[in-house]
Nanobody
């Protein structure tokens, strides 16, 4: 079954940087798009970045564009999120998930509701202090 394990979160000051990792198993990692999501207290889970299976296409939501970079290593079955210029509004639990559909469609890839609930990992907490 699909399993993902996120790591790399922590407490940073405003303007700081973090690099998140997500190790995936249970499916053919290099065959599918992957996405990062986040959920702040009291808010819905939202997609922030999505990458196609061979990294040829990447999509970011406006709030993180220019600050976050999504990447993947298909040999290591690992997804990354490099986060720079972090702001307090970036404080959230961060999750990764695969888009186990064919093709690359950012609107689908970034839809938390489209993710099978069993695919979610435990997440990694990012806290940005002001």
């Amino acid at each position: 079954q699909v399993q993902v394990v996120e790591s790399g979160g922590g407490l940073v000051q405003t303007g700081g940087s973090l690099r998140l990792s997500c190790i995936a198993s249970g499916f053919r990692f290099d065959a599918y798009a992957m996405a990062w999501f986040r959920q702040a207290p009291g808010k819905e889970r939202e997609g922030v970045a999505c990458i196609s299976r061979r990294s040829g296409e990447k999509y970011y939501v406006a709030s993180v564009k220019g600050r976050f970079t999504i990447s993947r290593d298909n040999v290591k079955n690992t997804l990354y999120l490099e986060m720079n210029s972090l702001q307090p509004d970036d404080t959230a639990m961060y999750y990764c998930a695969p888009d186990l559909s064919s093709g690359f469609l950012p609107t689908r890839c970034l839809s938390a509701r489209a993710v099978d609930p069993s695919y979610w990992g435990q997440g990694t907490q990012v806290t940005v202090s002001s």
